[in-house]
């Protein structure tokens, strides 16, 4: 099967004036949504949003998942997986190029004439029907550390793996579409380690916190839960970055997602999309592959 990802760009220049790009291929002398091929070992949102800047050169700011589409290529399936983004305010010309020759910015009912598919059409509507003026929280558990066994000093200094190393390189990819404004991590080295590569790349600043430690979390478990609660007052996205089974323990209590830590690996994140404490959708984000 061929893996395949995209979204829908929209953008509202003022209020409820809606407009959706559509793009025009001129290997197929169609019009659909920016998408393109999932490379191996590239998570399905990171492939979209590199399709997306370049077959358009813009930057969007990547919301909920809308679902996906399954169609026939010669003797394969291809599966298309969209998300929602929203194009942010300043962005330059289009520039053509081999793949998309021309671009346009229509309201919602012309989209549904522009474009040539009836799938395209069916994600349009599934599109419609979601709240897109939301924020997304990103719970991430850190990533894979060096054994407990194998680290005879204090715990929370305990640094990650080789692998977590490359898993915490990896995760910049991964994260980036989330258009992420604040990043709050516990402060165990290999928490802090595992966004520190993010940080650096979206050039913020990470708030570091011991609210968000297994040490606090074994006093009281309230803490962290109320700590994440005020976070999602903040406008913006905002990333987390913590521990299991603090993560989970969160999720359930902000979202009420009920998901054993037994199953959250090293770097495995969560994204809640909300609006202030009422919970819109819940996505997982799996870690990256090493």
């Known amino acids: 099967m061929i893996r395949a990802a995209g979204a829908i760009i929209w953008r ?11 793009i025009h291929r001129p290997k197929y002398d169609d019009w659909s949504f920016p998408k393109g091929i999932v490379e191996d070992g590239e998570a399905a949102v990171a492939a979209a949003y590199r399709e997306v800047k370049e077959e358009t050169g813009i930057d969007a700011i990547f919301g909920q ?15 298309v997986k969209y998300w929602m983004a929203q194009a942010k305010s300043d962005q330059g010309a289009f520039v053509p190029n081999s793949e998309v020759d021309k671009i346009e910015w229509v309201d919602s009912k012309t989209a549904r004439h522009f474009l040539t598919h009836d799938e395209d059409r069916d994600m349009l509507d599934d599109f419609l029907a979601k709240e897109r003026y939301v924020s997304a929280l990103v719970l991430l558990r850190h990533a894979k550390a060096i054994k407990r066994s194998e680290w005879s000093d204090y715990d929370l200094d305990r640094p990650l793996s080789a692998d977590g190393i490359e898993q915490s390189q990896k995760l910049i990819a ?67 970055a ?14 009420g997602v009920d998901y054993s830590a037994d199953d959250l690996s090293p770097a495995d994140a969560w ?8 919970i819109v959708a819940v996505e997982f984000l799996a870690r990256p592959m090493i």
């Open 174 to 240: 991964q994260l980036e579409p989330f258009g992420i404004s604040g990043i709050f991590s516990s402060d165990a080295t290999r928490c802090f380690s595992t966004i520190e590569p993010f940080s650096l790349a979206a050039d913020l600043r990470v708030t570091v916190t011991q609210d968000l430690n297994e040490e606090e979390f074994e006093k009281s478990a309230k803490t962290s839960v109320e700590y994440v609660r005020q976070l999602m007052k903040f406008e913006g996205n905002q990333l987390v």
């Open 65 to 79: 998942y809308l679902g996906s589409t399954s169609y026939r290529v010669e003797d394969n399936k291809k599966k």
């Open 271 to 278: 994204i809640v999309h909300h609006r202030g404490d009422k």
């Open 242 to 255: 913590g521990h299991n089974p603090i993560i989970p323990h969160v999720l359930s209590k902000v979202a």
């Open 12 to 22: 509202e220049n003022a209020p409820f004036e809606l407009e959706i790009l559509v």
